[in-house]
């Protein structure tokens, strides 16, 4: 059975992209925990990150750094943190989160309620910084 990411690359599931290539795939968090908070994930379908091959691995953080470099024109911040945890969801990502400060990164942090619009707005802010 495909992870909700996989179906999410198929267009099985609707998402918030903001960018894609053969390899990999951007797009919104859905509970944000800040503004901006965006998914990079391998469309192969791979639960562990490290389990990935080191040409892929490589290319995935290069990836991540052109989202990473776009969210922070998009959403001025001291820094975009990168993280992976992967409990969640099998299959391999990575959280790229806007940071004014360290706390922005923790995980038991609430949750945004973000409407249609703004997560529409901010993909596309996202994507305008490419």
Known sequence: MAT???RIVAGEIPCYKVAENDKFFAFLDINPLVKGHTLVIPKQEIDYIFDLNDEDLG???VFAK???KAIGQAFPCKKVGM???GLEVPHAH???IPMQNE???LFSNPKLQLTDEEFKAIAAAIR???
């Open 94 to 96: 990575i959280h790229l």
């Open 66 to 68: 052109k989202i990473a």
């Open 103 to 105: 706390k922005d990164m």
């Open 128 to 130: 305008a910084s490419l």
């Open 83 to 85: 993280a992976v945890l």
């Open 59 to 61: 290319a995935m953080h």
């Open 4 to 6: 909700i990411f996989s």
